[in-house]
Nanobody, 122 residues
Framework: QVQLVESGGGLVQAGGSLRLSCAAS????????MAWFRQAPEKEREIVAA????????YYPDSVKGRFTISRDNAKNIVYLQMNSLKPEDTAVYYC???????????????WGQGTQVTVSS
C-alpha cells in the first residue's frame, strides 16, 4: 500500500509560478511510475504530466507543454510539478498518482493523493 500526499497549492496571479510536491510512503516499488492529473469544476480529470520510474521519460499534453515540468527524487520518494506562466484555465485540484507503469490515462494508476487546490487569478 502506498500513500501519496500533495502540497504546494495556493492562489497565484496569472503569469506566476507554483511548485507542487507529492510525497510517497509505504510499499513503493523501485519501478514506481508517477503522474500529475488535474480536475476543474464540471470538467473531467485530465493528465498534466507523467514520468517514468527512472525519470528519463516524461509526457505533457499540449495544454501545459513548455510551461510545466515534472521531476522526481527517488531517494526521497518525492515527485514535483513545477508550473510556470500560469493561466486562469490552469485552476483546478491537482492530484498526484502512482502505479507500476507510466501511462497517460487515470485508470493506469493505483494510488492517488487527496489533491491540492491551485487557483490562478486573472
Amino acid at each position: 500500500q502506498v500513500q501519496l500526499v500533495e502540497s504546494g497549492g495556493g492562489l497565484v496571479q496569472a503569469g506566476g509560478s507554483l511548485r507542487l510536491s507529492c510525497a510517497a510512503s509505504g510499499q513503493i516499488l523501485s519501478t514506481y511510475a508517477m503522474a500529475w492529473f488535474r480536475q476543474a469544476p464540471e470538467k473531467e480529470r485530465e493528465i498534466v504530466a507523467a514520468i517514468s520510474w527512472s525519470g528519463g521519460s516524461t509526457y505533457y499534453p499540449d495544454s501545459v507543454k513548455g510551461r510545466f515540468t515534472i521531476s522526481r527524487d527517488n531517494a526521497k520518494n518525492i515527485v514535483y510539478l513545477q508550473m510556470n506562466s500560469l493561466k486562469p484555465e490552469d485552476t483546478a485540484v491537482y492530484y498526484c498518482a502512482g502505479g507500476p507503469k507510466s501511462r497517460t490515462y487515470a485508470s493506469a494508476y493505483n494510488d492517488w493523493g487527496q489533491g491540492t487546490q491551485v487557483t490562478v487569478s486573472s
